[in-house]
């Protein structure tokens, strides 16, 4: 069987595609850019190939991101690594900025790791 090499090339981009649709957090990048991430591509590609959940990272953020919170995707991939939950911290933070709180980010992802 003879395939012709535009009909490879065709589904050798394909398979990039989708493997970088799996494999990167394409979608979530995206979504944190739109809310007004500060995050590159190649910061959020970086998370994936550190074993980070680059997802819930990109997702927190966006959050915090929506909510004119000034937190850094550095900041929440130290809590993940750390063993927290970047998802509940910035919760806790909008909470806090809803109510006219002082946001003091080192003491939420503190008082997180000591639950």
Do not use: C
Not at 10 to 25: D, N
């Amino acid at each position: 069987m003879n395939i012709p090499p535009d009909y490879m090339l065709f589904f050798l981009i394909v398979i990039v595609f989708t493997a970088a649709f799996i494999l990167l957090p394409i979608p979530q990048w995206i979504m944190a850019k739109r809310y007004g991430a500060q995050i590159t591509f190649i910061e959020a590609m970086m998370m994936s190939f550190r074993r980070v959940k680059a997802g819930r990272i990109l997702n927190a953020l966006s959050l915090a991101a929506s909510a004119k919170i000034d937190v850094t995707a550095e900041e929440l991939e130290k809590h993940y690594l750390a063993g927290g939950d970047v998802q509940k911290v910035v919760l806790a933070m909008i909470r806090a900025k809803k109510k006219g709180e002082a946001i003091y980010k080192k003491d939420f992802f503190k008082a997180d790791l000591e639950q």
